[in-house]
C-alpha cells in the first residue's frame, strides 16, 4: 500500500503523502484505505489478523509486555489514523467495515480473554478488544465524516484516540501489576493463584484500579474514551440514515456486550489470584519491592486524573480531530464530558461519606468478630474448594461455546465412590485453525501446482523474469496512455548526500509521531511539515527522484514484518498448536 | 422553579424510602398468592434498622476488599439515583449522555459486589458471581439497544430529557416501539434485580441462588447496605421503566405506579418458576430481540 501512495505522492514525508493524497480518486481511495487497514490493521492487532498478539506479548517480562500493549499496537493505529486523515473522499461504507471489524475483534478479545487460564494472556487478549473499541470507534467517526456529520467525527475520533491513550495507561499498569505478580509467584496459571491480596496488598490495590479503569467503570479513566466513543453511536444510529444507523446499532450491542464481558473478564482476573485463599500451597509468594509500587502508582494516579478531570483531554484532542475539515460545533458536545468526571467524583465522595459513616457506627458497637467463612454447614472446607478462574468464567465461556469451542477433558467422576476427578477446559484461538491454517494451507496448495516449473533450470527462471518484465512495462504504458502516471519515471540522478538523509527524517517523524500520536496529528503540526516540505522541495526535486528507490526498500520491510509476525506466531505459539508438526498432520 | 427544586425534594425522598417499601409490596403480594398473611409492610425497614445495629463478624479469608464492596456498590447506585427521573421528567442532575454514566454506575456497584463475593473464598459465593457476571453481560447490550431506541425516538441523550415531554409527544406514532422497550427492561429489570425467574432470593439453598449467595457472608450494617443497594436498583430500573411505558401520565400517578410495578413483580414471582440457569441467556437474548425491534421501529417510522 505504501508503494502506491508513495509513487502517487512522489515522497516518503507525511508532508507529500498528505499533500498528495487529496487528489486521489475515489476508487484508489478506497484501495489504499482497505490496503492500509490490512496492514495497519495486522500491527494492530485487529481480528483476524490478531493471531500473532497473543502469542508474542504475553513471553516477554511484565514492562516490556507493558510498553508493547500499551504503545507498539498503537502505532498500527496511528499508520490508519494516518491513511484515514488523508483520505477526506472515503465512502460511508468504509466506515462501517471498520466498525464491524472493529466489533468483532472486540468481542473476539474479550471472549478469548476470558477463556484465558494464564493472567498474561488474558491481558494480552484483553489488548486485542481494545484494539477492536478502537476501531469501532475510528469506524464511526468516519461514518461521521462521509455523511458530513461533523459531531459524529469529532465524537467517534476524540473517543479513539482518548481510548489509545487511556489503554496505554491502565494496560501499562495491568500489565507492570500483573508481571509483578509472575515476578513473585513464579506463575501466571490463575487457578493456581489466590489470597494474594494479603501478601501484596498494594500490587492488589494497584491492579483493582485497573481493573476499575479498563472496565471503564467511574471514576477512572476508561469511560472517558467510552464514553465519547458510546455518544457518537448513539447519534450515529439517530441519524435515521439506513447503513449507518444499522451499523451504529450492531456496534452499540457490541460494544455493551463487550463491557458487560470485559467486567467478567477482569473479575476473573482480579478475583481469582488475589482474593480468596491460597490455591496451591507449593507456590510461596514474596511481597514486592516499593520500587516497583512507585512506577505503577505514577500510571494509577494518571489513570483517576483523567478519570475525575477529563476536560484536560480536550485541547489536545480539539486540536488534532478539528483540524479536518470538521470539528467547529466540538466543544460544545464534548462540554458534558467534565460531568463524567464530576460524577466520578461524587462517587468518590459518596464511598468516603459511607465508609466514614461505617465506622462511626461501627465504633459504638461491641468490636467486630472474625470466623471461617460460612460454608454452608461443611465443617471441613479446603482452599481446592473455592471456585477457580475456569468455574468463574464457565457458565459464559459454554453460553458462547459456538465461537470458543471450548475442549473439556476429564469431567465428572462416575464411581460410587470417587477418589479423585479432574476437569480442564482448553481454549484455543479458533481463527488460527479456522481461518488461518485453511488460507495457508490453500496457498501451499496452489504454490505446489508451479512446482514443476521449479526443476533447476536457469533457462526457466529466465524466462519469467522477462515475461514478468514485460507484464510490468505493458501495464504502465496503458497507465500512461490513460490518466497521470503511477510511478514517477525520472532517472534517478542521485546526490548520495540528500538520498541518505531522507530516510533518517523519515525514521524522525515517525519515533516523534508515535511518542505523541495526539500531538503529530495535530492541525498546529501538520502545516509546519508541511512548510519544512515546501522549503525543500525547491532544494530537493532530485532528492525526491531519488525516492523511486524507496518504495522497494518500504515494501521489502513490510513484507520481511509479515513474515516475521507469521514466523513468531508459530514459533511462540509451538506449545500449543505445534506450528510445524500440526501442518503436517493437517496435511490432506 | 419552586416545583423544580420540590421535585428533586421529592426524588431525594424517596430514593431514601422507598425502596424498602417496594420490597414489602412483593412479600405482600407472594403472602397473598400463598393465602398467608405475610410480613408486616414495616417489616423491610424494621430488618434494615437491626442489622444496622449489629455488630460485624467478619470472615478471616477476607480483605479491605469485603468490606469495601456493599459500600462501593450503595456509593454506586446512590450517585446513579441522581441520575434518574424518579417523580418528576427531570432527574436531580443531568447532562447530555448520562444514560451511559448510569449504565456504568450499576455496572461499578456489580462489580464491587462480585469481588466482595470472591473474597470470601467460598465455593458457593464464587458460583453466585460467576451468574452475575454471566447474566449481566448478557444483559448489557439490551440495557443500551433500549436507550438508543429511545435515543432515536425522541433526539435526546440525556435521561430527563429523553424520559420526558419529548417522549409523551411523540407517543401516538411510538407506542408499539415503547411498550416493546419497556417489556426489554422490564426482563433486564428482573435480572439486574436477582428477581424471579433469573433468582429466586427467597430460596433456602444456596446452590440455587444468585444474589443472596453472593452477600452470605455479610452481616450487620454490610447486610444492611447490600439489601438497600438491591432495592434501590429496582426503584432506578423501574423509574425509568414506568416512563417508558406511560409517558402522558401525570406525575403523582408514576410514583403511584411504582409499588404497582413491584407488585407486578410479586405476581411473577408468585405465579412463575426460576428458569434453569442454561435458559436464562435465552431470555436475554429474546429481551435483546425486543429492544431490537423497537429500534428498528423507530428507525423506519421516522417519528421525531
Redo the contacts between chains.
Sequence with gaps: MNGIHIGLAGGTSFGALAASAGGVSGGMAVALFLLAAAGFGTKAGLAPMHVWLPAAHPVAPGPVSALMSGIVIKTGIFGLLRVIFWLPGLPAWCGAALLAVGAITGLWGILQALGQGNLKRLLAYSSVENIGIIALAIGVAMIGRANGNDLLWTLGMAGALAHVLNHGLFKGLLFLSGGAVVHATGTGDLDRL??L??VM?HN?AMF?AA??AI????PMNG?VG??MI??A??GA??M?NGLS?AAA?AG??????I???A??TF??A???P????KRDATIHAHPIDKSMIGGMAILAVACLGIGLAPAVLIPPLMRTVGSAAFGQSAPG?MG?LV??GI?GA??IA??T???IW?RR??AN????????????GFVA?T?R???TGT??????V??FAAALRPRRRGGVPAELFPRSGALAVDITDGMLDRVHAPAFFAVRRAARRLRPMARGKVQVYLLCLAGTLLAVFVVEAGMEWGEAPLIEKTIPTIEEGTGARRPRDVGREMGAASEGALEADAGAGRPRDVGREAGAVGEETLARDAEARRPRDVEREAGAAGEGTLTRDGGAGGSRHGGEMREEGMQP | MIARVLHILLDLALIVALPPMLIAVIWKVKAWFGGRDGPGWMQPYRDLRKLWNKSAVYSRTTTWVFRAGPVVNLAALGTAALLVPISGTAAVAGFPGDLIVVAYLLALGKMATVLAALDTGSSFEGMGAAREITFGAMAEPTLFVALAALAIATGQLRLGAMLGPVLAAAWPGMMPASLLIAAALFIVMLTECSRIPVDDPTTHLELTMVHEVMVLDHGGPELAMATFAAALKLLLLGSILLHVAMPLAPWPMKVVALPLLAAVVGVVESTMARLRLYRVPLLLGSALVLAGLAALLVTMGGKA
Design positions: 489466590g489470597g491480596a494479603k496488598p492488589a483493582l481493573t476499575v472496565c471503564a467503570l467511574p469511560l467510552e464514553w458510546y455518544q453511536l448513539f444510529a439517530m435515521k444507523a446499532m452499540l450491542a457490541a460494544l455493551a456486550l463491557g458487560g464481558l467486567l467478567a473479575t476473573k482480579f478475583g481469582i488475589f482474593l480468596g485463599e458536545a458534558s460531568w463524567v460524577v461524587a462517587v459518596a464511598t461519606g459511607l465508609w461505617r457506627v461501627a458497637r461491641p468490636p467486630a468478630t472474625t470466623g471461617p467463612t460460612w460454608g454452608c472446607p482452599p474448594m473455592q471456585y468455574g468463574l468464567a464457565d457458565s459464559l459454554e453460553t
